[in-house]
């Protein structure tokens, strides 16, 4: 695991928490009541880096008569731009709810962050809560990489995550569209989307997941049932006969003929390829078996 620093730690080292000492306490108490700004919920925008796309309505109604009963204990992060509104940096959830719970003001800590900074607070106050599917994870990861060129390693160290779960995160971003979907919609966890990866086939990827949601197989059922499918396919691209012409279909049938009349009785010719295929001989008796393998020994 990577050691836990910065902004890995979390949003706790960004916003004044517990202190040891109730001297300091009390001084951290002033610091935060100081810091804390109270601002009209109409002047606050939602997050255009929020890696969270999905609110579930009811938790948020939830929230909202908490709100409406206890008020807004936690305080929104916002940025201030440069036409007088603020953007969030964490906490558009419980601003959702506030705006649900009637609330005309709610509290707000206001920081200067760059937009790396936004993103990876955004990410982590995710993280903390478990509030991202496997999904909306992964692409915020793919965003910390893509926009602001950190490699897998550094993204690990800031989100407080080994590098190899960065990586099978990232993986998932490689699912058939649909399969997707299933993963956001909580039809198939990570572990049966990611047993679905070594499917290249989409079609049968999606085939498969739905198989998976429709009879709940667990994760070790879904891996022994890719790898049948895996081994299955490779038998029947294998098997997979070559198109013949009408003419190389006419000199199979000449060798059949003129075999049938060296050996005297029936004789097929199953061709799969042009180089591979086998001959089938009848008999139907023991003793035209016989008469064969005696034909056959003085052949040699």
């Given at each position: 695991?990577?050691?836990?620093?910065?902004?890995?730690?979390?949003?706790?080292?960004?916003?004044?928490?517990?202190?040891?000492?109730?001297?300091?306490?009390?001084?951290?108490?002033?610091?935060?009541?100081?810091?804390?700004?109270?601002?009209?919920?109409?002047?606050?925008?939602?997050?255009?880096?929020?890696?969270?796309?999905?609110?579930?309505?009811?938790?948020?109604?939830?929230?909202?008569?908490?709100?409406?009963?206890?008020?807004?204990?936690?305080?929104?992060?916002?940025?201030?731009?440069e036409n007088g509104f603020y953007n969030i940096i964490a906490g558009e959830r419980r601003w959702r709810a506030a705006r649900i719970a009637g609330l005309k003001k709610v509290p707000v800590i206001v920081k200067d962050y760059t937009s790396q900074q936004i993103m990876e607070v955004a990410l982590i106050e995710n993280l903390q809560r478990?509030?991202?599917?496997?999904?909306?994870?992964?692409?915020?990861?793919?965003?910390?990489?893509?926009?602001?060129?950190?490699?897998?390693?550094?993204?690990?160290?800031?989100?407080?995550?080994?590098?190899?779960?960065?990586?099978?995160?990232?993986?998932?971003?490689?699912?058939?569209?649909?399969?997707?979907?299933?993963?956001?919609?909580?039809?198939?966890?990570?572990?049966?989307?990611?047993?679905?990866?070594?499917?290249?086939?989409?079609?049968?990827?999606?085939?498969i997941a739905v198989k998976v949601f429709d009879e709940k197989l667990s994760v070790r059922e879904t891996e022994k049932l890719v790898r049948k499918v895996s081994t299955e396919g490779k038998i029947k691209k294998v098997e997979k006969k070559e198109v013949f012409t009408p003419q190389e279909e006419m000199v199979y049938k000449q060798y059949e003929e003129k075999m049938k009349v060296l050996m005297g009785t029936k004789v097929s010719i199953n061709h799969k390829t042009r180089d591979k295929g086998k001959i089938e001989i009848e008999y139907y008796s023991q003793d035209e078996l016989e008469r064969i393998m005696e034909m056959m020994n003085r052949i040699q």
């Open positions: 695991m990577p050691s836990k620093r910065g902004l890995g730690k979390g949003i706790d080292v960004l916003i004044p928490g517990k202190e040891k000492s109730n001297n300091d306490s009390i001084t951290k108490v002033k610091e935060v009541v100081k810091e804390v700004d109270t601002i009209d919920i109409n002047k606050i925008e939602p997050n255009g880096q929020q890696p969270r796309k999905n609110f579930d309505e009811d938790s948020l109604n939830d929230l909202a008569d908490s709100i409406k009963q206890h008020g807004m204990i936690e305080p929104l992060i916002v940025k201030k731009t478990e509030d991202l599917n496997p999904i909306e994870e992964a692409e915020a990861f793919q965003r910390l990489i893509d926009e602001y060129h950190l490699k897998q390693d550094e993204v690990a160290e800031k989100v407080s995550k080994s590098r190899v779960a960065i990586t099978n995160s990232l993986r998932l971003l490689k699912l058939d569209e649909r399969v997707r979907c299933m993963v956001i919609e909580e039809k198939i966890k990570s572990g049966h989307a990611r047993a679905l990866l070594s499917i290249e086939d989409n079609d049968l990827q999606y085939e």
